[in-house]
């Protein structure tokens, strides 16, 4: 019998907000709000993933201030919400199996479409895979994206993600990809 390990938890909250030349990465806070909501509800923001939430039903169900969950940033372009940066453990049912014990982190990331275009979402991203391999040294992130995406998959590509396998999945093609930080130097 081989016994699996449980990756390491994820070290949450960094002890400081995550800062780059432009953007500030952050937990939610209760002005966030109406930019979830924009988030969310955006049928262009939707395209690639499942499509808008009715804009009522979140109304009712987001808190006042949006939760935090572990591995969850806010990108915050002065001092306002532009789109959000997520690290999380993929559940059991979503899991890719690129490393042995099927836990791997996946990055997400949603910008809000004024936002687009800008840069922002590498910058974010980079700084949050560059916060992560600090916080777990050696340890591999993967991203999914449908082809079609094709700023998604050029984003993948400028962030050092290498293809792992496509797929079927939700009525199109699906791009799972693996980030691995390069090792410390000796």
């Known amino acids: ?51 808008p939430r009715p804009r009522a039903e979140l109304e009712r169900a987001l808190p006042e201030t949006p939760k935090g969950r572990p591995g969850l940033f806010v990108v915050d372009l002065d001092g306002a919400m532009i789109g959000v940066i997520e690290l999380n453990r993929r559940d059991a049912e979503h899991r890719s199996r690129v490393r042995p014990d099927a836990g791997e982190a996946e990055l997400g990331y949603l910008l809000l479409p004024e936002a687009w275009g800008h840069g922002y979402a590498a910058e974010a991203c980079a700084a949050a895979l560059g916060w992560f391999a600090d916080a777990l040294p050696g340890e591999p992130v993967v991203l999914t994206t449908q082809t079609a995406n094709t700023a998604s998959m050029r984003l993948a590509a400028k962030l050092g993600f290498t293809e792992v396998r496509r797929y079927e999945e939700w009525g199109a093609e699906q791009w799972l990809g693996i980030w691995s930080p390069a090792p410390p130097s000796a």
């Open 1 to 51: 019998m081989t016994a699996t390990t449980e990756p390491e938890p994820l070290p949450w909250p960094p002890a400081t907000p995550l800062r780059t030349e432009r953007l500030v990465l952050r937990g939610p806070e209760a002005r966030d709000r109406p930019a979830f909501v924009e988030l969310f509800t955006s049928p262009e923001v939707g395209t690639y993933v499942g499509g």
